[in-house]
C-alpha cells in the first residue's frame, strides 16, 4: 500500500461513504493495480466502512515511549478506528519522512485479548493480552496499514 491507499482509505475511515478518482495524464498502470488491490480490501471490509462507528479504540505514541501522544490532529501520523459489533478496523498512516516504530496502544474500555491481523496479507500484526494496552509497530517502506480485530466471544469487549 502506497500514498494512494492511504488517501483513499484515510477518506473512509473518516466517514466518507465512498471516492471518486480523477486520474488525469499522469496516473500509471502501478496505481491503476494499486487501486485494484485497495478496491478488494474495501469491498472485503464493505459493511464496517459505511456501518462502523468512529472511535477512539487506539493511538499512537512517539518512539520515545509514553509521555506524550501524537496529537489526534498530528500531520505525521494518524489512528483511526470504526468499529461494529463483529469487528474494527484500525487504520495507521506514518508520513514522517524518516519512519521510526512507534507505540499504538488500545483503549482500556477494552481489556480482553485481541488479535489484529493485516486487511490486505492476513497476517497476525499484533496480539494484545487480556489487559495488555500497547504493541510496538514500525511502518517501514509503506505510509499506510489497515488492522482487522474480529470480534468473538471471550475476546476485547
Known amino acids: 500500500p502506497g500514498l494512494l491507499t492511504a488517501a483513499v482509505?484515510?477518506?473512509?475511515?473518516?466517514?466518507?461513504k465512498g471516492y471518486c478518482m480523477w486520474a488525469?495524464?499522469?496516473m500509471d498502470t502501478r496505481q491503476w493495480a494499486e487501486l485494484s488491490?485497495?478496491?478488494?480490501?474495501?469491498?472485503?471490509?464493505?459493511?464496517t466502512f459505511l456501518d462502523g462507528k468512529e472511535t477512539d479504540l487506539f493511538r499512537a505514541f512517539?518512539?520515545?515511549?509514553?509521555?506524550?501522544?501524537?496529537?489526534?490532529?498530528?500531520?505525521?501520523?494518524?489512528?483511526s478506528t470504526r468499529e461494529t459489533k463483529g469487528e474494527a478496523l484500525v487504520l495507521i498512516t506514518d508520513y514522517r519522512a524518516e519512519?521510526?516504530?512507534?507505540?499504538v496502544e488500545r483503549s482500556t474500555a477494552s481489556t480482553g485479548p485481541i488479535i489484529l491481523t493485516d486487511a490486505f496479507t492476513g497476517?497476525?500484526?499484533?496480539?494484545l493480552a487480556a489487559n495488555q494496552w500497547d504493541?510496538?509497530?514500525?511502518?517501514?517502506?509503506?505510509?499506510?496499514?489497515l488492522l482487522?480485530?474480529?470480534?468473538g466471544a471471550g475476546t476485547g469487549r
Open 9 to 16: 482509505l484515510e477518506t473512509l475511515m473518516a466517514g466518507g
Open 123 to 127: 497476517q497476525v500484526v499484533a496480539k
Open 148 to 151: 482487522v480485530w474480529k470480534k
Open 62 to 79: 512517539p518512539p520515545e515511549g509514553k509521555g506524550d501522544y501524537f496529537h489526534p490532529y498530528s500531520k505525521e501520523v494518524f489512528v
Open 24 to 26: 488525469g495524464a499522469y
Open 135 to 145: 504493541f510496538r509497530l514500525h511502518l517501514k517502506d509503506l505510509p499506510v496499514m
Open 99 to 103: 519512519r521510526t516504530p512507534f507505540w
Open 37 to 47: 488491490v485497495v478496491n478488494g480490501v474495501i469491498a472485503k471490509y464493505e459493511g
